[in-house]
């Protein structure tokens, strides 16, 4: 109805899109007229002014004026846009759009097993990746505008939706390639480009067509750190060889590197993918450690981290594919109140982003159907988002992220002509989206149609549903603007963090089991700041002290679990027989439920242990369970790092593929051949910094390998070695060889039969942390005895009792009783065994194992004796605060079942729709994670 | 129905071998406190009196006792009966991760005739280790997808099968379907993801494929009643034993919906049903009660099934099913860890389940809940001497188990691991050799 205003040639304009379009979009940049202007326009500019009724005039793709007072020039086109407002053209912040498929990772496929194929994921086979050297699943030299295909049906889709400008980037591999800004209009694909190269992509998931290593979300995180760390020793080499070719060995050419040196020297900022909290905050460590500029896509829990991004100055591209409900999913399944809050809260992300000061943009994520990217963000408004915030979002604040503020992403003079005119406030319900400019083209699209359908990009539900259109879309469209209210989540119950916390707080009138010393009756412990203050007898209150009655309870020091696979998103780097680089640090999980359980069962510290995949493993975390806090704050600060090394069957059973050793001979080959290797990786370290010293020039430093360095360490004895080991010629083989080196394992972890050679294990100086009564679970299990921890502490062994299970974690107290039982060991030393005797095997025991003054405060409260069966955990006290309490416990699980029931009523009304973050390694809290 | 075990030699006690010894013709343990569970209660320096087998006579200090009886003084210990293991895999398998050690799944999901006591290996080195932390029965069950086989009642000493075996078939094992849309299939290692939609259905072909064999096996029985059979499926037969009533289908069910539909399955078929497993019996407990289904609990020291669940959800679910009047019994569902029974029940009591029920729950329960209670469960005349004498509190970690009956028998409680104790605790010290 709008082309009668038009007058003049402007008529015939029109003709040609609406012959042209929407086949065709390209064809429109055959005749761009020269200008033209849109008149009596409502102006948001996106700069914060607003011009209530203005002009802007367009010439050669640029806005040349734009203003209340702007008169178009004499035999301008011109359209009388009354009623109309016209916006910055819309930026979509991330996206594969114009990418051909073999650049995008593969799609998730409805009721199949889902990225296995090489069909769209134009990975073919890529052989298998022994280690980082491979470069495995890395394109860094692909740029997405090298790539452009402008035949891309979203071009349209988009466009029809408001957007002008989409950021592109390939997304197959763990480090897809680099971004470009891109308008989405164009004769051909290199007319897209506005800018490139915008940023370097980074993945931590990877399809399985990418084979080998890494094949754990920790060995991606140690590849993409390799990569960086070899990117910038490969400047440094190939600048001081450039400086003087003549005498020094020429640096190997390395594609993925020269990408990246190039990408580092323009100090591109990198983009980073992050959804909840945990994996905000392990980013930015990441991007800390590698020195580069992040950039975060994702951010759906940013707001419970907001305050940090903003105090970090670190963007956020929030992903708009608000996490929904699966529609296959069982309708009597019990989801989890973590999932079901972070569905609740999700959508107030960006108003928690704008109120902390945080800089953000928006993403469409796998949202198919572009008209939902609008509808969602009136979601993000309606909890709060000003308008004015959202439309930034959309548009200047994008521009500024990836550095096309000066270009594009307002409506000012000499910027680029994207423009969005609509009927009504973009952020209102049932406004249209009459026209769209870009890049001075106009095109004309007054409605949106349903959902774009492609066959393999990151969400093709609805190719693979048989070509239907994607039910997702009518329901997500119905839910849209049901509601205009303000959306607010359902409050939180405080279920994380310390129950009660003092400065000062004294346990009165208990049976205190120090360990180290005497069993007090009646005794009080003082605790102040965290640590015990005072251990006895009638030990006055100071006035400002929380008083915990103790009586009838027994009081013993924390427990500790020296071997534990609680708490982590990742267990097993198995892809090769010596993954040292990985590091469960890397991929610590503070969400999870274990954390609170094992409080429960008593435990104040455990040791986050690798699997026994391969013969030697990844980096330990010795934790403290501070439960509610980050990852960063379970880590307990002091503890030696260590590492896991594993013996015998797990690490030679068949693999797919193959991977040495598959004997015990092969085992002690590896292990020794790294440290060969480790040995000259040293000595190259030391050569290069005598060189330095001597004041000689050029000399290329040698590569920082992440491998080797915690293998150095462990030569050196700043490392301890933890080793998994069953059989007691294959435990004598590795002291042997620890020997040879000039180094000790510091334990045997398992040591089933270490009985059988307890005499050499105590000679050696390793101490041995086993379990109680476990056997037969294996064959080199079936020697087994529950007389062991007995029998090697008569011969002077150093033993712990361990879980290896989140189960088992939470009654390690019985399980030390069992020694009692099984060779008669006393009280007090099966106590040792889970207390005092763990913290010498991890190094901590200046801190923690007992109650003695000066140690921290981490308590363990029983009703009934602690090795009885019968004994209950009352109260758990980390650094002196109270992380568990029973009485506390029972209370708080009624206001959880509460707030629950009220989550699920609230989003039984919401729409359901593909959940895509299923295949997600979100929490495996329920896995019972062992590495026996 | 019984296998009666023949008293074999003249072997005296001093050198009881480890498997079915030879004693005197009775035995009679005198001086101990008797926890009978049964109607008498506690009795203080009880007297029992053992011959063929069985237990004759249980009284206070004047009990009569046969003249040229073997006598074992147990003043200062404590008799119970001997813990009943009502769900094991004993015998079916001895090292897990071997497979050709184990017996207890077959391929195919439509074995009820397969019985566990067929394979049971009565040499095992599990059966001394958990006999010997007062265990005496067990019954020996298969395991698989659908009608995996029947479990065998056993006790855990005898030279042979025959002299181990009470009843080769006390239940038939189902592992009742479960509807997940998502998951790991161990038999092909392929994940699978699937809508619910497509699991609900599949379960309901597996459900109905059920009903179907029980309607099969009714017509069979029927045709064999008026002689119409012309060659034996030995399938239906064995599922007649079902439809007539005389063997339960213990059901494999840990969720609720698997709970609840296993026990309307029951009810629709006419047939007597067990729970077995039962994690989340705990939030089905009222349902459990109403329709006087009994439970066989796994380990009580386990995870809840929910993150959302209580931390305690397993250690207090004996207690909440005792509270809404559910018979349950506790078992391991295990081979080489039975041996701690006692403290999967002791944890119960942690949480809240009285001590009484708690050790009923690994003796007389689960002998009543399986129908052999007139013959196991208590220490009263008439029933099979499956008893042990103690220290303390079967149920406490560090009681010692000193004497173990079984059968009538005085077993000998020696074991693979105790001979490694000894034999490695007896090495000499290094520096000592010479």
């Known amino acids: 109805m709008w082309r009668r205003r038009l007058r003049g040639p402007f008529a015939a304009l029109v003709l040609v899109v609406s012959i042209l379009s929407p086949a065709a979009p390209s064809a429109l940049a055959q005749a761009p007229p020269p200008w033209f202007a849109i008149s009596d326009v409502r102006i948001v500019t996106g700069t914060g002014e607003i011009i209530p009724r203005g002009t802007i005039v367009v010439r050669d793709g640029l806005i040349e004026s734009i203003g209340a007072d702007v008169t178009p020039p004499a035999g301008a086109w011109t359209l009388e846009a009354d009623g109309l407002t016209a916006y910055p053209g819309l930026i979509d912040a991330l996206t594969n759009i114009a990418l051909p498929s073999e650049l995008r990772a593969p799609a998730r496929a409805p009721g199949g097993g889902g990225g296995r194929g090489t069909s769209g994921s134009g990975a073919s086979q890529e052989g298998t990746s022994r280690g980082p050297e491979d470069r495995p699943a890395t394109f860094t030299w692909v740029t997405a505008a090298d790539h452009l295909e402008s035949d891309d049906s979203r071009i349209e889709a988009w466009r029809k939706a408001g957007f002008t400008t989409v950021v592109s980037s390939p997304d197959r591999g763990l480090l897809p390639g680099q971004a470009a800004v891109i308008d989405l209009a164009g004769e051909r694909p290199n007319d897209m480009v506005v800018r490139t190269p915008v940023a370097v992509r980074v993945k931590f998931t990877k399809s399985r067509s990418f084979r080998g290593y890494p094949n754990s979300l920790m060995g991606a995180i140690a590849y993409v750190k390799q990569v960086f760390f070899d990117a910038r020793h490969y400047d440094k080499a190939w600048s001081i060889y450039d400086a003087s070719p003549a005498g020094t060995t020429r640096p190997q050419y390395d594609r993925a590197l020269e990408a990246l040196r190039g990408a580092l020297a323009t100090r591109q900022p990198v983009l980073f993918p992050a959804d909840w909290g945990r994996e905000i905050e392990r980013v930015i460590a990441i991007a800390r450690e590698l020195g580069v500029t992040p950039i975060i896509y994702g951010g759906r829990q940013g707001y419970a981290v907001a305050e940090l991004l903003a105090a970090a100055d670190i963007p956020v591209l929030v992903n708009l594919d608000w996490p929904k409900r699966d529609r296959d999913a069982d309708p009597d399944a019990d989801e989890p109140l973590r999932v079901l809050r972070y569905r609740d809260r999700a959508p107030t992300t960006p108003a928690a982003l704008h109120a902390a000061g945080a800089r953000f943009a928006f993403t469409s994520g796998a949202i198919s159907d572009p008209s939902q990217i609008l509808t969602n963000a009136r979601l993000a408004v309606r909890a709060g988002l000003p308008a004015e915030a959202a439309l930034r979002a959309f548009t200047l604040g994008a521009a500024e992220i990836f550095g096309v503020a000066d270009r594009t992403g307002s409506l000012e003079s000499g910027k680029i002509a994207n423009i969005v005119l609509a009927d009504g406030d973009l952020f209102a319900p049932g406004t249209t989206i009459h026209t769209v400019i870009v890049d001075g083209h106009r095109f004309d699209g007054a409605s949106v149609d349903g959902a774009v359908t492609q066959a393999d990009g990151p969400d093709a539900d609805a190719e693979q549903n048989g070509g239907q259109s994607d039910p997702d879309t009518e329901q997500e469209n119905a839910e849209s603007d049901q509601d205009a209210g303000p959306y607010e989540p359902i409050p939180m119950v405080r279920d994380r963090g310390p129950v009660r916390t003092a400065d000062v707080t004294l346990i009165r009138n208990g049976t205190i089991l120090t360990v180290s010393g005497e069993r007090i009756e009646g005794g009080d412990i003082l605790i102040r700041n965290g640590k015990i203050a005072q251990v006895g007898r009638g030990i006055e209150a100071p006035s400002d002290a929380y008083v915990i009655d103790a009586s009838e309870r027994y009081v013993i020091p924390g427990i500790i679990d020296a071997h534990s696979h609680i708490a982590a998103e990742a267990i097993n780097e198995g892809s090769v027989s010596v993954s040292a680089m990985v590091s469960i640090r890397d991929v610590l999980n503070p969400d999870q439920v274990a954390i609170y359980r094992a409080l429960a069962g008593g435990v104040t510290v455990a040791n986050i242990l690798h699997g026994s995949a391969n013969p030697i493993g990844g980096q330990n975390a010795v934790i403290k369970l501070r439960w509610g806090g980050n990852a960063s704050r379970l880590l307990m600060q002091g503890a030696m790092p260590g590492i896991k090394f594993a013996l015998g069957e797990n690490t030679k059973r068949d693999r797919d593929p193959d991977r040495y050793p598959a004997s015990r001979m092969g085992v002690m080959d590896v292990i020794r051949t790294a440290f060969l290797e480790a040995r000259e990786y040293r000595d190259d370290g030391r050569r290069y910094e005598q060189a330095l010293a001597d004041g000689r020039q050029g000399v290329i430093p040698p590569r920082r390998n992440l491998k080797l360095d915690p293998l150095v360490e462990i030569l050196e004895g700043r490392r301890y070695v933890h080793a998994h080991s069953y059989r007691a010629d294959e435990i004598l083989q590795l002291l042997r060889l620890a020997e040879e080196f000039g180094f000790r394992i510091r334990t045997l972890q398992h040591v089933l039969e270490g009985y059988r050679i307890a005499d050499e294990i105590a000679e050696h100086g390793a101490g041995a942390s086993t379990f109680s009564d476990w056997w037969a679970y294996k064959i080199e299990a079936y020697e087994a005895i529950p007389y062991n921890a007995a029998l090697m502490t008569e011969r002077g062994v150093l033993v712990s009792i361990n879980s290896d299970s989140g189960e088992e974690m939470r009654h390690l107290n019985q399980e030390a009783a069992k020694t009692m039982k099984w060779g008669g060991t006393d009280a007090n030393a099966a106590l040792r065994m889970v207390t005092l005797n763990p913290a010498i095997q991890l190094g901590i025991d200046d801190r923690v194992g007992s109650i003695e003054v000066g140690k921290d405060a981490d308590l363990v409260l029983y009703r009934g004796h602690p090795l009885s069966v019968y004994g209950v955990v009352e109260m758990t006290l980390v650094d002196g605060q109270v992380y568990f309490d029973r009485t506390h416990d029972a209370r708080m699980r009624r206001e959880l079942a509460e707030e629950k029931q009220k989550l699920i009523e609230h989003q039984a009304k919401a729409p359901k729709g593909r959940d895509r973050d299923r295949r997600r390694p979100t929490d495996r809290s329920q896995a019972q994670e062992t590495s026996r | ?434």
């Open chain 2, 1 to 434: 129905m019984k296998l009666r075990t023949l008293l074999l030699s003249t072997v005296t006690l001093a050198l009881v071998s480890s498997a079915a010894g030879a004693q005197q013709d009775v035995l009679v343990i005198h001086g101990g406190q008797i926890h009978t569970l049964a109607g008498a209660g506690e009795i203080a320096d009880g007297v029992v009196v053992i011959r063929d087998g069985h237990i004759v006579a249980v009284g206070g200090p004047d009990t009569p006792v046969p003249d040229g009886a073997r006598v074992i003084d147990a003043t200062g210990k404590h008799l119970y009966p001997g813990l009943f293991d009502a769900v094991s895999r004993i015998g079916l398998t001895e090292i897990g991760q071997v497979a050709v050690t184990s017996d207890y799944r077959e391929l195919g999901n439509n074995n009820p005739h397969l019985q566990g006591a067929t394979a049971v290996h009565p040499a095992s080195e599990i059966i001394p280790v958990t006999r010997a932390n007062g265990i005496t029965h067990t019954v020996a069950a298969p395991a698989g997808s659908g009608l995996a086989g029947q479990g065998s009642l056993i006790n855990l000493d005898g030279w042979t099968i025959e002299e181990m075996v009470i009843d080769p078939g006390i239940y038939l094992v189902v592992q009742w379907p479960s509807l997940q849309t998502r998951g790991f299939n161990r038999t092909t290692r392929t994940a699978f993801n699937r809508t619910f939609k497509e699991a609900k259905k599949q379960y309901d072909e597996q459900v109905a494929a059920l009903e179907r064999l029980l309607a099969d096996a009714r017509r069979y029985d029927q045709a064999a009643a008026a002689g119409q059979i012309a060659h034996r499926e030995l399938k239906l037969e064995a599922l007649a034993r079902v439809t007539r009533g005389e063997l339960p289908l213990l059901m494999n069910a840990n969720d609720k919906r698997g709970i609840r539909d296993a026990v309307e399955f029951g009810k629709r078929n006419n047939v007597r049903v067990i729970i077995a497993g039962a994690r989340e019996a705990w939030k089905v407990a009222d349902f459990l009660a109403d329709n006087e289904v009994p439970v066989i609990l796994g380990a009580t020291q386990s995870l809840p099934t929910s993150e959302d669940d209580p931390y305690d959800a397993a250690y207090t679910q004996p207690a909440r099913l005792h509270e809404a009047g559910v018979t349950f019994a506790i078992s391991t569902f295990n081979a080489s860890s039975a041996r701690t029974l006692p403290y999967e029940a002791g944890q119960a009591v942690a949480f809240g389940l009285p001590h009484d029920e708690a050790l009923k729950a690994i003796t007389r329960y689960p002998a009543e809940i399986l129908g052999v209670g007139d013959d196991l469960g208590t220490i009263e005349a008439g029933k099979i001497a499956n008893l042990i004498v103690t220290d303390g509190d079967p149920l406490e970690i560090q009681t010692q188990i000193e004497v173990v009956v079984i059968n009538g028998r005085l077993v000998d409680t020696d074991n693979k691991h105790r001979r490694l104790y000894e034999r490695y605790r007896a090495r000499p010290r290094r520096g000592s050799q010479q």
